[in-house]
């Protein structure tokens, strides 16, 4: 029987160093020292690398605050969005921030930090236009879209004529050169439009009432640390910290 029992010893210890080992949550980064945080790198305004090469963006400084709260120092590690989340899974991350949408399809498999920016979709117009007030006001304009998009659908459904687009940039100037009469978009990228162009003539006509909002995601089972990032975002809109950062990028808040 003792080869057995050593034969089964050796497969468990085989087992365990194949599967992939998660770290112990706030303990493990409080020991390690750092936050190891999944982003993308190349989302502006969000996380990206401005002119001199270093990563910066508005996720960027809230995962910054978030460790500094946490007693560590951030450590950003960059990934493409189609492997981001897994990364959680291999333990190459602690946390990712990049505007991970909070849904329920998500939530089955990894928990999310309290909502930290909202997102709605918003009609935008010309500044001079007065006849657009809200998304009924579509039926027989043109709205400059991206066809594959829900924001396309969503114009589509209120009998817009779609004129297709690359994406928000192409569709912003469509509006203001007068080849559409609108565009249905996602108000964060608007604001980030107008705080580098602010004497831009366009304008938001209405906004849709729900919003989407994002979080923090980490690993389940990891209560301690979902307590302490929670703990640290609502310190930082406490304490003015949030509403720096989001006037920073956006001009406004943006949590809700």
């Given at each position: 029987m003792k080869w057995l029992n050593s034969l089964l010893v050796a497969g468990a210890l085989q087992f365990l160093a194949l599967a992939p080992v998660h770290a112990?949550?706030?303990?493990?980064?409080?020991?390690?020292?750092?936050?190891?945080v999944g982003t993308e790198g190349t989302y502006p305004p969000f996380t990206y690398h401005d002119e001199s090469g270093k990563l910066v963006g508005f996720d960027v400084e809230i995962g910054e605050e978030v460790a500094k709260r946490l007693g560590v120092k951030a450590q950003f590690l960059e990934g493409r969005w189609d492997g981001l989340i897994a990364g959680l899974d291999a333990d190459r991350y602690d946390a990712v921030i990049n505007q991970v949408g909070i849904?329920?399809?998500?939530?089955?498999?990894?928990d999310f930090s309290d909502p930290y920016i909202a997102s709605k979709a918003a009609l935008i117009v010309r500044g001079d236009n007065d006849e657009i007030k809200g998304f009924a006001d579509l039926k027989g304009k043109k709205a400059a879209q991206s066809l594959t998009s829900n924001f396309g659908k969503m114009a589509q459904a209120n009998g817009?004529?779609?004129?297709?687009?690359?994406?928000?940039?192409?569709s912003i100037q469509l509006v203001l050169n007068g080849r559409a009469d609108a565009t249905v978009n996602d108000s964060l990228s608007f604001l980030d439009f107008?705080?580098?162009?602010?004497?831009?003539?366009?304008?938001?006509?209405?906004?849709?009432?729900?919003?989407?909002?994002?979080?923090?995601?980490?690993?389940?089972?990891?209560?301690?640390?979902?307590?302490?990032?929670?703990?640290?975002?609502?310190?930082?809109k406490a304490d003015g910290?949030?509403?720096?950062?989001?006037?920073?990028?956006?001009?406004?808040?943006?949590s809700e």
């Open positions: 112990a949550g706030l303990e493990q980064i409080k020991s390690a020292g750092v936050f190891r849904t329920e399809e998500r939530k089955k498999k990894y817009a004529e779609l004129v297709g687009t690359e994406g928000f940039d192409q107008k705080k580098h162009k602010p004497d831009a003539n366009v304008k938001i006509a209405a906004t849709e009432a729900d919003a989407d909002y994002s979080g923090i995601i980490i690993r389940k089972n990891e209560p301690d640390l979902l307590a302490a990032i929670n703990a640290a975002l609502k310190d930082i910290t949030y509403q720096k950062i989001a006037d920073k990028y956006f001009g406004q808040d943006v």
